[in-house]
């Protein structure tokens, strides 16, 4: 059956709790997976992170193409139960997918209404008899306790129907190194395609009006100095991450990793992205200049 858990954490810790529940936990890489956010913002945002983490994401929301809709619907069914994929997506997901193999839902933002909360869940647990399981994780910060409190009254229940995952505090400070790192990258690389696009258009609107462009009335690719800043940051986070990603996170050595419940109970081997061969060489000229 379907099994609804919770995560308590402050809203600026979502990302690495996100994070840590998809790459070491065994039902967070146990299957496919959708995360629901409120806001293509959000999508675009928590998407974008998790790729710069390196996991297998997709975006879903109304503003893309159809075409690539479909290619994120269709990661979800490719490989079936095997498969790591993960969507990120509007409630345009909530409704109508019918994909046995999704092993878990997460609701990344708590949803505005119970029933986008049930049709979310119904994402999950979709098989027929003994292959009919799954798992609904809430991420629920402070501001949003009433709002997921209004959601465990109307299923006719008290919180207690939400079993509580407690993650390893040693995991969750990797985590949050990770996407720190990660967090920087994709702040830069947005500022940068903001700069681009800002300047195509100026190209083009000149085009247009068959005028030539002088190159310093364009914005340099990388903004004013503070975006300079962020851009050579962001150079080093890359460096710092690609490292940090080839190796596995470890737990405390004492107390355990989750709390008992049934659905993320085992602890997996964290997800490794090994550094290319290039990448290494690259590591090593650095250590022998110094």
């Known amino acids: 059956g379907l099994e609804l858990m919770e995560i308590k954490c ?50 879903l929301h109304a503003n893309m ?40 839902v997460i609701h990344y933002d708590v949803a505005r209404q119970v029933d986008t909360f049930v049709h979310r869940a119904g994402r999950t647990a979709r098989g027929v008899g003994e292959n009919a399981v799954g798992s609904s994780i809430s991420l629920v910060a402070p501001s949003e306790d009433k709002a997921h409190g209004r959601i465990c009254s109307v299923l006719g229940s ?41 300047n195509q258009w100026f190209l083009d609107a000149a085009k247009e009006a068959e005028m030539e462009v002088e190159d310093d009335l364009l914005d340099d690719d990388y903004g004013d100095r503070r975006d300079q800043g962020r851009h050579h940051n962001a150079q080093r986070a890359k460096a710092q991450l690609r490292v940090l990603l080839s190796q596995a996170m470890t737990t405390q050595r004492f107390g355990k990793f989750l709390s008992s419940n049934s659905a993320a109970k085992n602890q997996v081997s964290s997800y490794v992205v090994p550094m290319t061969a290039a990448e290494g060489g690259k590591r090593k000229k650095r250590r022998k200049r110094r």
């Open 10 to 59: 402050t809203q600026k810790h979502k990302d690495s709790h996100l994070y840590a529940y998809l790459v070491t936990t065994a039902q967070g890489s146990s299957g496919p997976c959708l995360v629901f956010c409120n806001s293509i913002a959000a999508v675009r945002r928590v998407g974008s992170t998790l790729q710069t983490l390196r996991l297998p994401v997709k975006m």
């Open 65 to 104: 193409p159809q075409k690539a809709r479909f290619k994120a619907v269709e990661s979800l069914s490719r490989g079936g139960g095997n498969s790591r994929s993960i969507v990120v997506a509007t409630d345009v997901a909530a409704r109508g997918l019918d994909i046995p193999s999704v092993a878990t």
């Open 158 to 198: 008290s919180r207690s129907l939400f079993a509580t995952v407690n993650m390893d505090g040693r995991l969750l400070s990797e985590s949050q190194e990770r996407v720190n790192l990660a967090t920087k990258i994709v702040v830069a690389e947005d500022t940068e395609g903001r700069v681009q696009r800002k």
